[in-house]
């Protein structure tokens, strides 16, 4: 096999990241956008030890799970990769995923994956958006990088994109519009990030890097006026929060709570899918009232406020200083006075929390993707915390902690996959370990 080579071949599989996966010549060949079942014409593009990959040209015969993908960008937009799947098989798809995560990489067995929970509506689900912007000319241009690459792949002044909610499509389009105008104003930023806190409506822009402070005046002027944006923000290397205009915070509303967040804390990408994603997570706690909880990776404090209307104490720990400080105020704007957060690295404050005070009853544990460190999981062991959840955005990761867990003690009662982001890859589960 040769780089540039056209070769023809049978796809048989889908590795986890949505690649069509067939075999030339003995090796394992990854086409990105093509389905089990299919023939396809592809050139290779990579070639390693172990694998190569191959771009798709034309799909000989189609899969019958086959759909036409109902944006333009797609291929040449990094943001979706299962576009081309009808939604039923996704779920399928991801439910496999989580299978084979738990069994292959974790050697869990006879662990119970429910089915994967879907949305009955697939569509501008997402409420957050990072775009970056990059230059034709002198005139800059903002949209989504293509795949595996620093190249824009889909521009928001072409496009709408199909995950992002509408509001956010719309702010996106006067955005553009508006930096073309002001072209001086964006020499020197790297990305926009728009969010949307659902239940307010409440909007916030969020600008990466440096620039000509006088053309961002006129330009935030101008953009305030012609949409309905709540605050613009300046972060500088992702680091330090500067409010332009605003409060610098928006408040989304969730199942009866508020929750204020900022350009630098974390919050949900999916409303609908979130509360239920909580909801699990409450119905798996099963609290009468009188349980000690810790939720580590807390973020704003969401899944601490859920649990602290049933459950006598809840401590949150959050590695995120803006995180923290916004969690208190969470808390106290929800009239939630018996939680309290902690800053500072799980893998250091668990342990010695646990340690001081070992009688919490239940460790709710929802870490970024690389997962939980050790020196956490092995303090929930040692302090004989009876009750675990986890929640996780990454299979891989999921199962090699579960794994560890199993080893010291803790059986895998179920994992409920639900699906945070339709029409990609990426998978949410929430685990219930008991010991
Ligand atoms: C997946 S988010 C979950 C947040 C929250 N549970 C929610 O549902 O909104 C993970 C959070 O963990 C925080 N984080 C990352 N590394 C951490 C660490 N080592 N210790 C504590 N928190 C950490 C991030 O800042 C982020 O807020």
């Not at 806190?197 to 969020?206: I, R």
Request: charged share 20%; with cysteine; proline share 5%.
């Amino acid at each position: 096999m040769q780089l540039g080579q056209q070769i023809v071949l049978e796809i048989t599989d889908l590795n986890h990241a949505g690649e069509g996966v067939g075999r030339f010549s003995g090796l394992v060949v990854f086409v990105p956008f093509a389905l089990p079942g299919e023939r396809v014409r592809a050139r290779v593009t990579e070639i390693k030890k172990n694998y190569a990959r191959a771009r798709p040209e034309k799909i000989l015969s189609p899969s019958p799970d086959r759909v036409l993908p109902p944006c333009p960008s797609f291929g040449s937009c990094g943001g979706c990769q299962l576009l081309h799947l009808d939604y039923e098989h996704q779920l399928r798809f991801k439910n496999e995923v989580v299978e084979n995560a738990l069994s292959r990489l974790g050697k869990l067995k006879e662990i119970e994956v429910k089915p994967i929970w879907g949305m009955e509506n697939p569509w501008h689900y997402r409420n957050k958006v990072r775009l970056h912007v990059a230059w034709e000319g002198r005139k800059p241009i903002l949209g989504l990088y293509a795949p595996s690459s620093h190249v824009i792949g889909h521009r928001v002044d072409q496009n709408a994109c199909h995950l992002l909610d509408e509001q956010l499509n719309a702010l996106a389009r006067a955005l553009a519009r508006l930096m073309r105008k002001h072209a001086e104003a964006f020499v020197g930023l790297t990305a926009v990030s728009l969010r949307l806190a659902a239940g307010t409506g409440e909007t916030m822009v969020v600008l990466e890097g440096d620039g000509n402070h006088v053309e961002w005046k006129q330009f935030i002027k101008e953009l305030t006026a012609a949409t309905s944006v709540s605050t613009v923000v300046k972060v500088r290397a992702r680091r330090k929060e500067e409010v332009l205009y605003g409060k610098g915070y928006i408040t989304a509303l969730l199942d009866g709570l508020s929750f204020r967040f900022s350009a630098l804390s974390f919050y949900q990408v999916n409303y609908v899918q979130t509360s239920k994603l909580y909801s699990k997570v409450l119905e798996y706690a099963s609290l009468s009232g009188r349980e000690q909880v810790v939720d580590a990776y807390c973020g704003v404090g969401t899944i601490a406020l859920f649990l602290a209307r049933k459950a006598a104490r809840v401590v949150g720990i959050e590695i995120s200083p803006e995180a923290v400080a916004l969690a208190s105020v969470n808390a106290a704007q929800n009239g939630l006075n018996h939680v309290s957060f902690i800053k500072g690295a799980a893998e250091e404050v668990l342990p010695e929390l646990l340690e001081r005070e070992g009688a919490f009853d239940l460790v709710v544990l929802d870490p970024p993707r690389q997962g939980v460190k050790w020196a956490a999981l092995e303090s929930l062991a040692k302090a004989r915390i009876p009750r675990v959840i986890y929640v996780s955005c990454n299979p891989a990761t999921l199962a090699r902690d579960l794994s560890f867990l199993s080893a010291q003690g803790y059986r895998v009662e179920e994992v409920q996959p639900v699906d945070m982001f339709p029409h990609t890859f990426h998978i949410e589960c929430v685990a219930y370990l008991c010991r």
